[in-house]
């Protein structure tokens, strides 16, 4: 198990020696360390188990420190960043040859975001180096949204684990990528399609599910907890059988015929960003009772974050 802490100075500490530390965002918590470092950074693909072929977010206390590593900024990008920077939105930018190879897993651009937690900017403010960091999970399994998430799976791999308290948006960044002349979405996220589109105009959405996808945590089978977890339309449990031993995630209302212990309500007022935000503790907590079999869980409705939790659902699903 890690240290675990509230120490800003600790974690610099352990950062500026070239270690590992959890960080808190509102998205989800990172495993980070020094994007400038090819050795720490070789140490965060294997504390994950991450294939080298999936590329790091390099977070950056401002737009203005991300001018450092980037070759230029494109008026729609420089847009939507100063609007919603801090905030859950990551930018696919031309790097300079300054990150090295493994951060991009060998692409010309470079994920780039700005954190919106007062910790980890205050941290970022005192390093004179930007944070590699993916979410702080096993590869494929669902993201870390608490200290205690963290610490239960990776705590052994981490030199340092900072607790800001529980992510306040819950589910990944979006990705935007600015190479075509609209832009398009590559991962669904914590900042809704509407929101990016009032600022910048239409989108494409342009989600892969391959095995070598253009943003890697788009491989079709991700955030998956290791119960069987089924996407159901209609939860018809009498076609199950014995439902003693199934558990449920759902949006807003509990499901006649099961136990209630056994559901976990994502949202009861209906909420999405509430939904958003319990959705990984939601699966973690279904995923930690040994005496659930199976998972099962349907689509929320598509609109807000809901097109955000509907892709993890899928990835969460999907064989
Ligand atoms: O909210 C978040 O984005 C969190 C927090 C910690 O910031 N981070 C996160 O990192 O979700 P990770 O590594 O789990 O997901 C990063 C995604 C992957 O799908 C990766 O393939 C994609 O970003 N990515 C990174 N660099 C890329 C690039 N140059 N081109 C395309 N996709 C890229
Ligand atoms: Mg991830």
């Known amino acids: 198990m890690a240290e675990i802490g ?3 100075n600790r974690a610099r500490q352990v950062l500026e020696s070239g270690g590992l530390v959890a960080i808190p ?9 020094n994007a400038l470092n090819g050795e720490v950074v070789s140490k965060i693909f294997e504390a994950k188990n991450r294939p080298s072929f999936d590329p790091l977010i390099v977070h950056v206390s401002s737009i203005e420190q991300a001018r450092a590593f980037v ?11 100063t609007k919603h920077w801090p905030g859950p939105l990551t930018i696919l930018l031309k790097r300079k040859s300054i990150i090295p190879d493994l951060v991009t897993s060998g692409l010309d651009t470079v994920a780039i975001r700005v954190p919106a937690h007062e910790l980890t900017q205050n941290l970022l403010s005192l390093l004179d180096f930007p944070l590699a960091a993916p979410s702080a999970n096993p590869f494929g399994y669902v993201s870390p949204t608490t200290a205690e998430h963290v610490n239960q799976q990776l705590g052994d791999q981490l030199d340092y684990i900072l607790d800001g308290g529980p992510c306040i948006v819950g589910i990944e960044s979006t990705i935007v990528s600015f190479e075509s002349a609209t ?9 809704s399609i509407e929101a990016i589109e009032t600022v910048i105009g239409r989108v494409e959405i342009n989600l892969h599910s391959s095995s070598k996808p253009d943003a890697p945590g788009m491989l079709k089978s991700h955030y998956a907890p290791n119960t069987q977890i089924l996407l159901v ?5 009498e076609l199950i059988g014995d439902t003693s031993r199934i558990g ?3 949006f807003n209302e509990y499901i006649e015929g099961l136990d209630l212990e056994n559901q976990f309500v994502l949202s009861k007022s209906g909420d999405m960003n509430e939904a958003a935000r319990r959705l990984f503790t939601g699966l ?4 930690q009772r040994e005496d659930i079999d199976t998972i099962v869980t349907a689509l929320v409705p598509n609109q807000g974050l ?3 939790i509907n892709d993890r659902i899928k990835r969460a699903t999907a064989k």
């Open 25 to 33: 965002t509102e998205t989800v918590y990172g495993l980070a360390g």
């Open 6 to 8: 509230g120490d800003i």
């Open 248 to 250: 449920a995630l759902v």
């Open 306 to 308: 809901g097109r955000a």
């Open 284 to 287: 973690r907590a279904l995923d």
């Open 233 to 237: 339309e209609d939860f018809h449990l």
């Open 71 to 81: 070759e230029e900024i494109p008026s729609q990008a420089e847009a939507l960043a």
């Open 183 to 191: 832009p398009r979405v590559l991962r669904l996220g914590g900042l």
